[in-house]
Structures are given as C-alpha cells and as structure tokens.
C-alpha cells in the first residue's frame, strides 16, 4: 500500500458543486499539506496542518477549505467548484521537522466544467 | 517569505550526456535543499536532498551542490538516459517547528536517445 493516498485519482464535477478530495497517510507523521499543480506554475501550498488541532492557509487558500479529521487523514474541499480550479491537486505528509523531505501521494486530477 | 526561482523551464539532453539543473533561493536562512523527481502521472519523488552544513551530496549518478554565498543549489545528472526523463523541482525551508518547504517552478527534462 502507498504511504499516502489520495481518493479519488481523477473527478469531473460541474461548476457551482460542492467537492472533497480525500487524502490518508501510513507514515505516522503529524504533518500533512495540500498543494495543487498547475502547468508552469510548480506546486503551490494551500492549506497545510502541524497536528490534529493545528490548520494553517497557504498561499492560496481562498475557494478551498480544509478537515484534519485524524492523524493520519486530511482532505480538501471546494465549497463551490469553479473552472479556474481545475488543476492537478497532491497531499504530502511530513515529519516533524519537516526536513527529511515529504512523501507525496499520486495526485487527483480535478476538472471543473 | 522565501523564494525559489528555477530556470529554465525546460532542458534538452542526448543520452549519456550531463544534466545540471540550477535554483537560486532568497532567504540566507533557508538550510534544507530538497530535489524531487514527478514521472507522468505520479507525485513527486524525494530523490536526493543537502543541508547547509555541507557543500555537495552524491548518490549514484546524481550529486547536488549548494552554495551559500551566493544562495544557489544545482542538481547534476551524469550519463543520462531516457527514464531520468521527468519534472524536477528543487525546494528550500528553515528546518524547525514551523518548516514548511517553498518549491521552485519545476523544470521539464528531455533525455534524447
């Protein structure tokens, strides 16, 4: 099994919807992050969590939401979807320090029509 | 805050030749420098990473140098072949409690066989 997964791989939602994005991580680690993708753009932080009780807006947090319901499991939300959120979206965890690097999952491919 | 700039955006090789890919980076403080690897259709991948207590790391075919008076680190790639063909980004953080990496935009590798 993947050290972290993300749920599901690809979505085609309709603009205006309401969507999560699901992410779950076997590497024990407080520290989790959601990034999203977009082509010459590298990865871009937007929400990250230190604990369970800790959730922190990245650089562009704004049209997104985020639940720390466990350790282990951190999932994103579109309140709203919108086109210009149709991106390649990845949940990484990490340890405490975050110096040893992050373990990245394989990524949603979002698309909103 | 910190940043990362990557360039080019893309790079071109023959097989078997050599590839150096170089970031620059603008917080002096910054001293974690972590390059990853993302394969089509896959998370980015730790391949090798430096911190600022040393000036160059080896693994194989692949070696990172980092200079800090100058706040730029390089990965170099000898003997290329097609599957080091990928999306690299380099990255930069302040180890500690609060650490949070800053990614640089990526950069596009073409092995040529």
């Known amino acids: 099994d993947a050290d972290v997964t993300q749920t599901p791989r690809n979505r085609i939602t309709k603009t205006g919807k309401r969507i999560m994005l699901e992410c779950s991580q076997t590497k024990g680690h407080d520290r989790m992050y959601w990034y999203r993708q977009d082509p010459g753009l590298g990865l871009r932080l937007i929400y990250y969590s230190f604990d369970v009780k800790d959730i922190n807006k990245g650089e562009i947090s704004d049209g997104y939401s985020v639940s720390r319901q466990a350790q282990a499991k951190f999932s994103l939300s579109l309140e709203s979807a919108i086109p210009n959120q149709t991106a390649l979206y990845f949940c990484?965890?990490?340890?405490?320090?975050?110096?040893?690097?992050?373990?990245f999952g394989s990524g949603t491919r979002l698309t909103v029509v | 805050g910190e940043n990362v700039e990557q360039h080019p955006s893309t790079l071109s090789v023959q097989e078997g030749d050599s590839a150096v890919i170089k970031c620059t980076y603008s917080d002096s403080a910054s001293n974690y420098f972590p390059w990853y690897k993302q394969e089509l259709g896959k998370g980015p991948q730790l391949i090798i990473d430096?911190?600022?207590?040393?000036g160059e790391k080896k693994d194989q075919r692949i070696a990172v140098t980092l200079n800090k008076t100058a706040k730029h680190f390089s990965l170099h790639i000898t003997e290329t072949q097609p599957e080091d063909s990928a999306v690299y980004f380099c990255?930069?953080?302040?180890?500690?409690?609060?650490?949070?990496?800053?990614f640089g935009k990526g950069i596009t590798l073409s092995v040529r066989p």
């Open positions: 430096i911190r600022s207590n040393v």
């Open positions: 990484a965890t990490s340890d405490p320090t975050g110096s040893y690097g992050y373990t």
């Open positions: 990255a930069a953080s302040i180890s500690g409690a609060n650490s949070k990496l800053t």
